[in-house]
T-cell receptor, first 112, second 113 residues
Framework: GESVGLHLPTLSVQEGDNSIINCAYSNSASDYFIWYKQESGKGPQFIID?????DKRQGQRVTVLLNKTVKHLSLQIAATQPGDSAVYFCAETSANDYKLSFGAGTTVTVRA | ETGVTQTPRHLVMGMTNKKSLKCEQHLGHNAMYWYKQSAKKPLELMFV???????ENNSVPSRFSPECPNSSHLFLHLHTLQPEDSALYLC????????????FGQGTRLTVV
């Protein structure tokens, strides 16, 4: 079946460097994509979203890129900090059903 | 604090016990969800409620029984669970109009012994 997935299960980043987390999706009907961050012992927290009619969206220290041609989504974190250590999930949905499908997650570890 | 509160945070229960998980949202949302999060697996959607009506049951075993008495409260009743049901159970809510992002509670860590 169709699913959302992440390319790499783990990512180790030096503090201060930029992080790039990738996600591949296969449901061409999805028109809304969301990145979540889950810290240890907490539920997923919304980071940033992007609609399918956009290819880039920026937030505070984060940028999401959407490439619909190859069905690829990425999250870029600028100047990664220790507090960015967490599991990051991409999720997809459509405006019609509002159900989120999640990928397996990427665990980001920030090295001091 | 996301506006979605789950209790208890941790629960250990035997296979013959009956327990309930509670979720309350203070965001004025009209859709609520139960997700199961097992180690090294994607979040699995279990149940969806829209305006208190169950609209989705993703082939969840009958030993899990949801209840939504109003649009702010959601319960998950558990009985005769199996050890493989041990997981983090997450409640979420969203608005049916506007951006569909869901807001999650902190989850209940369930251990079945």
């Amino acid at each position: 079946g169709e699913s959302v997935g992440l390319h790499l299960p783990t990512l180790s980043v030096q503090e201060g460097d930029n992080s790039i987390i990738n996600c591949a999706y296969s449901n061409s009907a999805s028109d809304y994509f969301i990145w979540y961050k889950q810290e240890s012992g907490k539920g997923p927290q919304f980071i940033i979203d992007i609609r399918s009619n956009m290819d880039k969206r920026q937030g505070q220290r984060v940028t999401v890129l959407l490439n619909k041609t190859v069905k690829h989504l990425s999250l870029q974190i600028a100047a990664t900090q220790p507090g960015d250590s967490a599991v990051y999930f991409c999720a997809e949905t459509s405006a019609n059903d509002y159900k989120l499908s999640f990928g397996a997650g990427t665990t980001v570890t920030v090295r001091a | 604090e996301t506006g979605v509160t789950q209790t208890p945070r941790h629960l250990v229960m035997g296979m013959t016990n009956k327990k309930s998980l509670k979720c309350e949202q203070h965001l004025g949302h009209n859709a609520m969800y139960w997700y199961k999060q097992s180690a090294k697996k994607p979040l699995e959607l279990m149940f969806v409620y829209n305006f208190k009506e169950q609209t989705e049951n993703n082939s969840v075993p009958s030993r899990f029984s949801p209840e939504c008495p109003n649009s702010s409260h959601l319960f998950l009743h558990l009985h005769t669970l199996q050890p493989e049901d041990s997981a983090l159970y997450l409640c979420a809510s969203s608005q049916k109009t506007g951006p569909p992002e869901a807001f999650f509670g902190q989850g209940t860590r369930l251990t079945v012994v």
